[in-house]
């Protein structure tokens, strides 16, 4: 059974900060890419970073500059580091990965976690 869970979500002030994690667990023999999405009340989900198993990043034009993706695939885990918080940031956050198990792969997410950002 795989599972992504995320945590680091909360309530903070705009220009504030947060990091969000996300660790996978399960029978794993490789992450492959991985990212983290977004959905705000009454819109789409959208991505917001990504990041490949090389390190090669992908940022949307909203987050770029204030937003960090990064991983560490020893604890087979994604982080999104995010600074300078606007009230537009305020969504629930989901982890993606694309995972290589024993004898599949496959697409996963997290349960999401939810960020508001206070003006």
């Known amino acids: 059974q795989v599972q992504l869970v995320e945590s680091g979500g909360g309530l903070v002030q705009a220009g504030g900060s947060l990091r969000l994690s996300c660790a996978a667990s399960?029978?794993?023999?490789?992450?492959?890419?991985m990212g983290w999405y977004r959905q705000a009340p009454g819109k789409q989900r959208e991505l917001v970073a990504s990041?490949?198993?090389?390190?090669?990043?992908n940022y949307s034009d909203s987050v770029k500059g204030r937003f960090t993706i990064s991983r560490d695939n020893a604890k087979n885990t994604v982080y999104l580091q995010m600074d300078s918080l606007k009230p537009e940031d305020t969504a629930v956050y989901y982890c993606?990965?694309?995972?290589?198990?024993?004898?599949?792969?496959?697409?996963?997410w997290g349960q999401g976690t939810q960020v508001t950002v206070s003006s």
């Open positions: 993606n990965a694309d995972l290589t198990l024993l004898f599949r792969r496959g697409d996963y």
């Open positions: 399960g029978r794993i023999v490789r992450m492959n890419d």
């Open positions: 990041i490949s198993s090389g390190g090669s990043t």
